[in-house]
């Protein structure tokens, strides 16, 4: 089993930064493939960006490519999402993720265990 909590995310101005971490328990976290992903009001979860079990390869919605990016610390079981240059658009509730299957997936119903979310608000 595994467990995830997101932390840091808040109320930023445009233009500004936010780092969100993802702290896993459970031996083989390393051993999954992880993902964040988005959902605002109203709207479907939106894939944000995907980082591999090696962490090597990462892949980024093209919403927050060039802006954002995901990286991992295997000994602290934690996953990273970097966020620059941040706009009124990327408000929602993040979410980390975590999958058993390899391979880049975008898709959030192919993900087994999921973060309770951390709010990210972007004032204009």
């Known amino acids: 089993q595994v467990q995830l909590v997101e932390s840091g995310g808040g109320l930023v101005q445009a233009g500004g930064s936010l780092r969100l971490s993802c702290a896993a328990s459970?031996?083989?976290?390393?051993?999954?493939?992880k993902g964040w992903f988005r959902q605002a009001p109203g709207k479907e979860r939106e894939f944000v960006a995907y980082?591999?079990?090696?962490?090597?390869?990462?892949y980024y919605g093209d919403s927050v490519k060039g802006r954002f990016t995901i990286s991992r610390d295997a000994a602290k079981n934690t996953v990273y999402l970097q966020m620059n240059s941040l706009n009124p658009e990327d408000t929602a509730v993040y979410y980390c993720?975590?999958?058993?299957?390899?391979?880049?997936?975008?898709?959030?119903?192919?993900?087994?265990?999921w973060g309770q979310g951390t709010q990210v608000t972007v004032s204009s």
């Open positions: 459970g031996r083989t976290f390393s051993t999954y493939a």
């Open positions: 980082i591999s079990t090696s962490g090597i390869t990462t």
């Open positions: 993720a975590a999958r058993r299957s390899a391979g880049y997936a975008t898709d959030p119903r192919t993900y087994d265990y």
